[in-house]
Nanobody, 124 residues
Framework: QVQLVESGGGLVQAGGSVRVSCAAS????????MGWVRQAPGKEREYVGR????????FYADSVKGRVTLSRDNVKNMVYLQMNSLKPEDTAVYYC?????????????????WGQGTQVTVSS
């Protein structure tokens, strides 16, 4: 069993940056990809990206590519999402999730454990 807790969201002005953290507990996540999704009000969950277990591979959705950087610290059992050049359409609840494999997938069915999410609101 893994527990995930996201933090670091908040209200940010358009053009600004935010760093969202995901703290894992219960077991090591070092052998598992970590994914990020977001959900805006009234919309379905949207894949943001993922990072492989060793952190060597990162994959991003086209909607955020070039603005998002995923990283992880497997010693601390932490994963991070850095988003720059924020837009109002980035407003959403951001969730991290533990993948079933080291490589991961963009499909949400490939993730077993999810955090409760953290709100990021971008004002124009």
């Amino acid at each position: 069993q893994v527990q995930l807790v996201e933090s670091g969201g908040g209200l940010v002005q358009a053009g600004g940056s935010v760093r969202v953290s995901c703290a894992a507990s219960g077991r090591s996540i070092s052998n598992y990809a970590m994914g990020w999704v977001r959900q805006a009000p009234g919309k379905e969950r949207e894949y943001v990206g993922r990072i492989t277990g060793n952190g060597a591979g990162t994959f991003y959705a086209d909607s955020v590519k070039g603005r998002v950087t995923l990283s992880r610290d497997n010693v601390k059992n932490m994963v991070y999402l850095q988003m720059n050049s924020l837009k109002p359409e980035d407003t959403a609840v951001y969730y991290c999730a533990v993948g079933r494999t080291d490589w991961g997938t963009r499909d949400s069915s490939g993730y077993d454990y999810w955090g409760q999410g953290t709100q990021v609101t971008v004002s124009s």
